[in-house]
């Protein structure tokens, strides 16, 4: 089974602080994406990447950053974290190429509170 | 653009009733269509998919067929149970560009089954 963990569940930051969420996968997936989940809005695509060191903007990148040094391993990087990116982040990944029949792989998400 | 429509929630329903959540979308080109659920607590995890026109994707006892001349994918279910109580989101995934293998997202639907 593919399993998608990230690095926290929960998670208090103030305004200003800079934030590091981290996702791990362990079936060796070329595609690794970040989406944030807010009430009423779905799911929203933040970054994604298909490849180490590659990275791509969704549909909302801004105030977010990502690193894929490796292939395991996606981070997400608010710079100077405000209130309105208060959410539950969720990682995914799917195995490679970009193509459209892949089943995407979910983590359990990081609910982050800026106060 | 690509968009995903699907009916407002909450639902509620008693145990053994049967469930339709509607969705439809737009799209350009033949997208593939999927169906995640997310359980209290948890990340998204794929429930059926379908990838082209006709198709009928089933688990669990859900089922949902791609519809391509209403751009419609409803998910049912005959007898729902109380374990079933989750939220629901539609999804397409893109079919061109650089963003070919990305999913859009309806706004999600919460089910409720009552004992």
């Known amino acids: 089974d593919v399993k998608v963990t990230q690095s926290s569940r929960y998670l208090v930051k103030r305004t200003g602080e800079k934030v590091f969420l981290e996702c791990v996968q362990d079936?060796?997936?070329?595609?690794m994406f970040w989406y944030r989940q807010d009430p009423g809005l779905g799911l929203r695509l933040i970054y994604f990447?298909?490849?180490?060191?590659?990275?791509e903007k969704g549909d909302i990148p801004e105030g977010y950053s990502v690193s894929r040094e490796k292939k395991e391993r996606f981070s997400l990087i608010l710079e100077s974290a405000s209130t309105n990116q208060t959410s539950m982040y969720l990682c995914?990944?799917?195995?490679?190429?970009?193509?459209?029949?892949?089943?995407?792989?979910f983590g359990p998400g990081t609910r982050l509170t800026v106060l | 653009g690509d968009s995903v429509t699907q009916m407002e929630g909450p639902v509620t329903l008693s145990e053994e009733a049967c469930l339709t959540i509607?969705?439809?979308?737009?799209?350009?080109?033949?997208?593939?269509l999927f169906w995640y659920v997310q359980y209290p607590g948890e990340g998204l995890q794929l429930l059926l998919k379908?990838?082209?026109?006709?198709d009928k994707g089933s688990n669990k006892g859900f089922e949902a067929t791609y519809r391509k001349e209403t751009t419609s994918f409803h998910l049912e279910k005959g007898s729902v149970q109380v374990s079933d109580s989750a939220v629901y989101f539609c999804?397409?995934?893109?079919?061109?560009?650089?963003?070919?293998?990305?999913?859009?997202f309806g706004k999600g639907t919460k089910l409720s089954v009552k004992p």
């Open positions: 995914a990944s799917s195995l490679a190429g970009l193509v459209s029949t892949d089943t995407q792989y």
């Open positions: 079936m060796d997936h070329e595609n």
């Open positions: 990447s298909y490849d180490v060191k590659m990275k």
């Open positions: 509607n969705c439809t979308y737009t799209a350009t080109g033949y997208p593939s």
């Open positions: 379908a990838t082209k026109a006709d």
């Open positions: 999804a397409l995934s893109q079919t061109y560009g650089g963003s070919q293998g990305n999913l859009i």
